[in-house]
């Protein structure tokens, strides 16, 4: 008896131990297989690419998880970030140069000029020296001196102007209009004999102006003429989302997806990739996300940009009551009536916040507050679509370029705006 019993429960024992060795195996599957990389799996771009310019373009096209499984839905976000400049922009300064190149407007030697007080800025100035080409950039004196940090150390020039409205003639963009076209008259010959007795700007420290210094003083004694790059209204912007983002996320879901959705500070790349997106396969969804302060909303909904009191040229300040940068606009530009939308939902400061904390607690991802905002709008499409649909935006840039206020707990305190949600119920996902 004694021997049956101990036999039985050595046979128990033995089974107990299969049994635990088994769900061993399977929690160690379940955990290893889900987080580690296995080396078949690396993902190669070519092996190599053409200098730095080769190197823009071609981004991940990265599943969300997190949002995938609280939604239902597969949400899936292009890895702008991970372009060489930081940025989404890197493309459109690529763009706005070759077809300027291409066109004469702008030679070998001569100089990008743009007014902008964010990413495009950093990418043209990145992007120039690839060409032969200097960049001038017009900022408004109250943004971040990281930034023009940044841009002095990539080699660009920097005029700070006073923040005005784009109605007034010295507004910034304005500023590197009227730039370019002085550049351009300078390297002709046609400068009045003032601006013949100014320094070269190459003999300046970091090449940096101060608003009050003379015109002339931006242009290198070797001007080979100005360019204006644009980005609101020059096309090459459009295009370079119609041809490249575009087609890049086409090809990267398998030419099957329901839905893309981003916000707009040009518009080029809601424009680029919805009409691309729409011509392959016209019921593919596209939807604007608009942050606080912004007009497209009402203009997407309703057909009206603002009321008449909201109208951006009545204004004298910055009218965009918002703490999310590089998006949301109170005019129509060309690059943004190039989009084809089906619909508009409203995002707001507080769910973009929100959602950047939940993207790095749930996957680590560390993006700006676009990003954080288009990833509202995945999710509020999710909801509108239902579950099972395959839903595309764009991570714009890193969280590395909004350290000072998005990520900064004193800027977002002193705006009511610290986050607090430990899912995404600030989204009435439970
Ligand atoms: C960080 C960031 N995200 C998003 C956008 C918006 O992109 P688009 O100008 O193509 O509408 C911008 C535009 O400047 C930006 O700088």
Excluded at 124 to 136: Q, R
Excluded at 398 to 412: A, D, E, I, V
Aim: charged content about 20%; aromatic content about 6%; proline content about 4%.
């Amino acid at each position: 008896m004694a021997s049956v019993t101990s036999a039985g429960a050595i046979a128990a024992a033995s089974m107990a131990m299969v049994a635990a060795l088994i769900s061993g195996l399977l929690v160690y599957k379940k955990c290893f297989s889900l987080s580690l990389r296995k080396p078949q799996e690396i993902f190669c771009r070519d092996m190599t690419v053409d200098g730095l310019i080769g190197a823009i373009g071609n981004t991940p096209l990265i599943l969300i998880k997190s949002l995938s499984e609280a939604t239902g839905c597969k949400i899936l976000a292009k890895a702008e970030f991970l372009n060489p400049g930081g940025s989404v922009k890197d493309r459109v300064a690529v763009k706005i140069i070759e077809e300027a190149l291409e066109s004469g407007d702008l030679v070998k030697g001569g100089i990008v000029f743009e007014g902008s007080a964010g990413s495009t800025a950093i990418s043209l100035a990145m992007v120039a020296p690839a060409y032969g080409c200097k960049c001038h950039v017009v900022i408004p004196d109250d943004v971040a001196i990281e930034k023009l940090q940044i841009l002095e150390s990539l080699g660009a020039t920097v005029e700070r102007v006073r923040p005005v409205s784009i109605t007034h003639k010295d507004h910034f963009v304005n500023v590197a209009r009227r730039r370019a076209s002085e550049a351009t008259k300078f390297s002709q010959g046609k400068h009045d004999k003032e601006a013949k007795k100014t320094r070269a700007i190459d003999s300046l420290p970091n090449g940096h102006v101060s608003p009050d210094i003379s015109p002339a003083f931006v242009f290198p004694n070797d001007c080979k003429g100005g360019f204006f790059a644009d980005q609101f209204e020059n096309l090459a912007n459009f295009r370079a989302h119609y041809e490249g983002t575009g087609p890049e996320i086409w090809a990267q879901t398998g030419e099957n997806l329901d839905a893309f959705v981003a916000a707009a500070g040009t518009g080029g790349t809601l424009a680029g990739i919805s009409r691309f997106l729409q011509e392959k396969k016209n019921d593919i969804k596209c939807f604007l996300i608009d942050p606080p302060g912004s007009g497209l909303y009402n203009k997407v909904t309703r057909g009206v940009m603002y009321t008449r009191e909201e109208a951006e040229g009545r204004r004298l300040k910055n009218p965009f009551d918002t703490v999310t940068e590089g998006i949301g606009i109170n005019r129509l530009t060309k690059n943004f009536m190039m989009a084809r939308l089906d619909g508009a939902f409203r995002g707001t400061d507080m769910e973009a916040v929100e959602m950047s904390r939940f993207l790095l607690k749930n996957g680590g991802l560390f993006v700006g507050s676009s990003s954080a905002m288009n990833c509202v709008g995945a999710v509020r499409v999710a909801q509108l679509l239902g579950p099972g649909h395959t839903i595309v935006t764009i991570l714009c840039d890193s969280g590395m370029r909004h350290l000072s206020k998005f990520f900064n707990p004193q800027y977002l305190s002193d705006r009511g705006l610290t986050p607090s949600a430990t899912g995404l119920e600030f989204l009435d996902v439970r």
